[in-house]
């Protein structure tokens, strides 16, 4: 699991409280999630319920591959980023101060 999964499923689990509705400082939100690009960044769009329950486009979300919340309609920047600090201290490097592996190739022989 990408902590870009992690960052949205720790949203779900802290400050949804009906599947993927949330209260912001402005109203309800429920958040669609979209599509997933090759590198593994999530995006999708963030709907605002009225009274009613009738859903309205807000705007949307983007959560980077290793974790960073780029923008989430109703969300503070302040508890995003706490979200993706603590998604990110959970998950440590597996090898720190590893060297990349470097694919072993046959030496070429000049003739």
Do not use: W
């Not at 669609?32 to 009613?52: A, F, M, P, Y």
Request: charge should be negative.
């Amino acid at each position: 699991m990408t902590n870009a999964q992690l960052v949205l499923e720790k949203i779900k689990a802290t400050l949804c409280h009906e599947g993927t509705t949330y209260k912001g400082n402005s109203g309800t939100y429920m958040f669609i999630e979209g599509k997933t690009t090759s590198e593994g960044t999530i995006n999708g769009v963030v709907k605002k319920l009225d009274e009613q329950g009738v859903a309205k486009t807000a705007g949307s979300f983007k959560v980077l591959e290793d974790g960073t919340v780029m923008r989430f309609t109703g969300i503070a920047t302040k508890t995003s980023k706490a979200i993706t600090a603590e998604v990110q201290a959970q998950q440590p490097d597996a090898n720190p101060g590893a060297e990349p592996e470097v694919e072993n190739q046959p030496e070429a022989i000049a003739i």
